[in-house]
Structure formats: C-alpha cells, structure tokens
C-alpha cells in the first residue's frame, strides 16, 4: 500500500467502503496471526515522572495527582496473577520515573522470570542504552515506545527535553532493535496538531521500523494539562482523535504489516466501551492488554481521564475471555511472541 492509499483510506467516510477495509484487515489477521488473541496483563507500577508531555496527565507539573511506585512484592504478586489468569505476558508500565534505579528493576524483572513463565515487555520511557541493555540481561523480552508522531517539531512541542537527558525516541528505538528486544512502537492518533498527511506517513514509518508490535490508540484530552479539551485550536486537516480513525488506523496497520501483533488498546475501550476491544478484534487487532495494576494504584495512573474504571475484578478478567470466545476467537496459550519475521511489512514507496 502507498502512501498515497493509506490517506485515501484516513479520510475515506463511506460506510460501505470502509466495510471492505474491515473485510479485508480480519482476513489478513487470520491468514497471517490466526484466531488466537493474546493478553498481556498490564502493571503500572509507578506514576512518577519527570517529562513535560502536554498531552499526559502523568507529566512533573500535574500536582493534583498523588504519586506511587509499587514495590518488587507487589509487581511479583501481579506476575502470579498474570499466570493465574492464564495470561502469557507481563508488560511493566511507568512514567519516566527520574527516581527509578535501572538495578531495582533489573532484580524486578529477573525475578518475574524466576518464578513465573512470562514473558516481560517493559514500557518506561527513554533511556540509556546502559540501561536497556541491563534489563535485556535481566530478562526482558520486549519494550514498548511510541513515536506518536512522525512530524519532529510537532513531537519537541509536545514532548520537551529533559535538561538531563539527550536521547531521541528514535535513537532509544534504535538501542533497542540492537540489543534484541522485540520491538513495539505506535501512534497517538488525533494528537492537537497531527494532520492527514503526518498520520499516513506515520503509519508508513511504523513499517519501515519493521516493528514487532504496533499499538496505537486516539489521543483523550486530559483536563490537567496544556491540551485540555478546549484548550487548543485545530490545525488545518486535523485528524479527530475518534473511535473510527483508531479503527481505521489498526486495520492499516494490519494490512501494511500483516504478521506484527496489533493490540485493542485501552484508550479505545475508554472511547468506545468494551465493545472496543471485539470491534479493534474484528478490524485487525489480535492481543489486548488487559489491566492488573491494583485498584488503588489504577485511579492514579491517570494517563489520560476515564480509563475503565473497574469494580469487580474477577468480573472484568473473566468477561474479556468471554468476549473472545463469543466472537469465534480463543486466547492464546504461552508469551504470544510476534511472526513478523515470517513475513515482514508490505510497504510500496
Ligand atoms: N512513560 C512511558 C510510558 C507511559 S505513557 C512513555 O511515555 O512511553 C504510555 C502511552 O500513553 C504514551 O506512549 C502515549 O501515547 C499514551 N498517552 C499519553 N497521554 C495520553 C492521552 N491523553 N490520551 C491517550 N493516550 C495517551
Ligand atoms: Fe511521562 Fe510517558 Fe506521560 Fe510523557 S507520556 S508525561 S513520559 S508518562
């Protein structure tokens, strides 16, 4: 697919035609990643961090929200859970914590693989290569960073610099590729700012980046920061941060990258209810990530508002294993680790 097809699908509003793009994005998904949805069971360990972002409520300047780190106890005790729950994955998630000392997690993660047989995906921001090569050693399996958007002065505008820091998400994208970890990356679809043009070649670099995940979900304004809703004017050939333009996106990037894993992501569920995660399944998606982080921790991880929230745990974990199988599909058994290899991504300058 060319770029130049990939923008004609963004602004495609027909409801007939795009019907053929969902037709076509499962039928790649089962010839390519079959049936099985993979969970991956979600741990915000901390809410700490020191960036600016003005598009995350976790950003330093936020001081409504109280901060935590769970303890290596308390990540261990999801990890059981995680395998209780029959899920092959554990993903660790975090702000830029500026407190976190790479060696405590390092003993975090090599625990985890100590005693239980998960795999690890790690979601912390930029670091150091020295860092990153110390939890690969430890155990890591996969990491998680999203470029957001491929337009540069766009992303420095909304994502500062660190004083203390000098590392591009491209550079650390880079490290990781090198040091063997399965790679994931994705986009903030509606992003204040992003235009038509900035998503499709977006989506043209998650291929080129030959990535074993790509997880994308629309951006949700969080009152608490510099893009609350209202806040910002709209740009020329904004794209709305919608359910529909998620869904576009995920059936895209199934199509262009055919064997990758492609989550239902939890922002989309927080737009569009559950009923996101089986429409996100039958558009192209096949893992979804669903959230162990203890409750009184969950409130405060407040990326972006409204998150699922949850009352009944057992409840919310049975139900989505309910919802696979009511949709003609089964969870996946073991870590879920992506074919891409197989097939690599079907991009045509
Ligand atoms: N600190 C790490 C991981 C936590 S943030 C990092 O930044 O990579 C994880 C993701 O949350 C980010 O990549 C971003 O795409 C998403 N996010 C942040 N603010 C959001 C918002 N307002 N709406 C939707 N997603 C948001
Ligand atoms: Fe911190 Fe990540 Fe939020 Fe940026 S997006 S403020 S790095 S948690």
Redesign the pocket.
Known sequence: MTREEILQWLREDDSSALEDLWRLADAVRSRCVGDEVHLRGLVEFSNR?A?K?T????RVDNTHLRRYRMSAEEIVGCARKAVDLGYGTLVL????DPALDPEWLAGVVSEVKAVTPLAVTL???EWPREALRLWKQAGADRYL??F?TSDESLFQQVHPPRPDQSLSRFQVLDYLRELDYEVGSGV?IGLPGQTYGDLARSMELLGELELEMIGC??????PDTPLAAGGTRPVPDQVPGTELMTYKVLALARITCPYTNVPATT?LATLDGVAGYETGLRRGANVIMPNLTPLEYRRLYQ??PGKAEVRREDEYHGSIRRRIEAIGRRVGVGPGGSIRHAGGCAFHA
């Open positions: 961090c960036r972002c598009y995350c409520g976790l998630q975090s702000g830029e979601s912390v921001g960073l999203r957001e903030l979900g629309p951006f949700i304004p969080h922002a990326v972006y």
